[in-house]
C-alpha cells in the first residue's frame, strides 16, 4: 500500500497517524482533547483512531515528542502500558515501541499525574531494554542509568542520537527513513558537550515510493532559536538534504514564536536561518500543515498567530502549494474533518472528496524537484 499521513482536526493539540508500505504504522504525539460539549467540533480522536486502523490491535511505533499535554493527552485511557497491570485491558491499543525524548527519562517528577504515567512506562521499557527508543545523546543518561545498576552501553542500542536515522527503518524496510534533528548537541568554546531543546524530539522522514522521494518535516514545538540552531547545525554537517520538505507540520500551532520573536503587524518576518529553511527548501507543491484551531482575523497572544499563517501562506503560494489548517479543513465553514495526506510516486498530495459524499478525489501533486 501507498505510504499516508493523517492528521487529526484536535484544535491546539497534534497527532498524525503514520501508514508505511510494510502495513506498519506510527503515530506521532496524541491528544484526546475533545470535550463532552456537543458543539466541540474537535475530532474524537480515540474513536477515530481506532476506525483507522481497522483490524489492528497494535500500533508499531508510538512517538511523544514533549511532555506537554497537547501532545500526550489520553496516552494512559487509550493505549496498552506495561508497568503496570490496570493499563493492560484487552480492549487497549498495544504498542510496539514506544519514542521518547531522554527528558522523558530524566526529568524530576513531572507535574501533570499522567506525564508521570508515560514517565513511568518510558523508565520501565528502558530498565527491561526493550520496546523504547530514546533520543539524545548516551552521556545524558548515564547517571540515571547507573542509578538504576546499568550503563549507557548496555542500552546505547536503544538510544538514537540527533543527525542519525532510526534503526529498523530503510527505503527496503518500510519505504521510509527517520532523521533525528532533535535533541541535538553542541560544542561548547571550553570543548564542553551542551545539549541543545533536549525536551523535544523532532524528526525528518524520507518516502520512497517508485524511485521518488517525498521529504516530511515533524517540527513539534520548536521554537524560532531551536529551528535556527537545527539548520546550522544541519548546513554544518552538509546535510542540507535532510530539511527539505514536500509537507512541514508546522512547529507550535501555528506560533509566530517558531519564526521569530517579533510577530509582526501583517506577517511575521522569520529570523534568517528559519526563512532559509522555508523559502529554500521548501519544494514545488510543499504542504504546510497547521495543527491548530482555525486562525483568527484579529491578532491574538494565544496560537494561532495570523501573522504566522500569513507567512506560510505566502510560502505556500510562493510554492504553488498548500497551507492547511486542521481545524479549517476541508472547508471553514462546515466541520473539520480528518485530513489526510497520500504519498506515491508523483509526491505528496491531499486527499479530497467531491461534491459527492464518499467520491473521494485527489489534489494535484507536487511536481518532483529539479
Not at 527496503?172 to 533536549?198: K, L, Q
Not at 554544518?236 to 517558531?258: F, I
Not at 529553511?277 to 491574538?300: K, R
Not at 465553514?333 to 467531491?354: C, D, N, Q, Y
Amino acid at each position: 500500500m501507498a505510504p499516508k499521513l493523517t492528521f487529526y482536526p484536535l484544535g491546539n493539540a497534534d497527532c498524525c497517524l503514520i501508514e508505511l508500505a510494510d502495513d506498519r504504522v506510527l503515530i506521532m504525539d496524541f491528544a484526546a482533547t475533545r470535550g463532552d460539549d456537543e458543539g466541540d467540533l474537535r475530532i474524537d480522536l480515540p474513536q477515530a483512531l481506532r476506525e483507522d486502523l481497522g483490524t489492528r490491535d497494535k500500533v508499531d511505533v508510538l512517538a511523544i515528542s514533549h511532555l506537554d499535554e497537547d501532545h500526550y493527552k489520553g496516552i494512559s485511557d487509550v493505549f496498552s502500558l506495561k508497568h503496570a497491570a490496570k493499563y493492560q485491558s484487552s480492549d487497549r491499543i498495544n504498542v510496539g515501541e514506544l519514542w521518547v525524548p531522554a527528558a522523558v527519562i530524566v526529568e524530576k517528577a513531572p507535574d501533570a499525574e499522567e506525564a508521570r504515567i508515560i514517565q513511568k512506562e518510558a523508565r520501565y521499557r528502558l530498565k527491561k531494554g526493550q520496546g523504547i527508543r530514546v533520543f539524545s545523546r548516551p552521556e545524558s543518561l548515564e547517571e540515571w542509568l547507573n542509578q538504576q545498576g546499568l550503563t549507557s552501553s548496555s542500552r546505547a542500542h536503544l538510544i538514537t542520537d540527533a543527525g542519525h536515522l532510526v534503526p529498523g527503518f530503510s527505503f527496503a524496510c518500510g519505504g521510509v527513513e527517520f532523521f533525528v534533528h532533535s535533541p541535538f548537541a553542541e560544542s561548547a568554546s571550553d570543548g564542553r558537550v551542551i545539549v541543545r531543546n533536549s525536551a523535544l524530539l523532532a524528526l525528518h522522514a524520507t518516502f520512497e515510493v517508485n524511485g521518488r522521494q517525498t521529504c516530511v518535516f515533524f517540527g513539534a514545538d520548536l521554537g524560532y532559536e531551536d529551528l535556527a540552531g537545527i539548520v546550522n547545525v544541519t548546513i554544518r554537517h552538509q546535510n542540507e538534504h535532510r530539511l527539505k520538505y514536500d509537507v512541514a507540520k508546522l512547529p507550535h500551532h501555528c506560533s509566530y514564536l517558531s519564526l521569530s520573536p517579533d510577530k509582526g503587524t501583517t506577517a511575521t518576518e522569520p529570523v534568517r536561518e528559519v526563512g532559509w529553511l522555508y523559502q529554500e527548501q521548501g519544494q514545488p507543491g510543499a504542504i504546510l500543515v497547521s495543527s491548530s484551531n482555525p486562525i483568527p482575523t484579529v491578532e491574538t497572544n494565544d496560537p494561532p498567530h495570523r501573522e504566522a499563517a500569513n507567512y506560510y501562506r505566502d510560502i505556500a503560494n510562493e510554492k504553488r502549494g498548500e497551507f492547511v489548517v486542521t481545524m479549517e479543513h476541508p472547508s471553514k465553514t462546515g466541520p473539520p474533518e480528518r485530513l489526510i495526506v497520500e504519498i506515491g510516486g508523483a509526491g505528496a498530495s491531499v486527499k479530497r472528496r467531491s461534491g459527492f459524499v464518499g467520491a473521494p478525489v485527489v489534489s494535484r501533486p507536487a511536481p518532483r524537484a529539479g
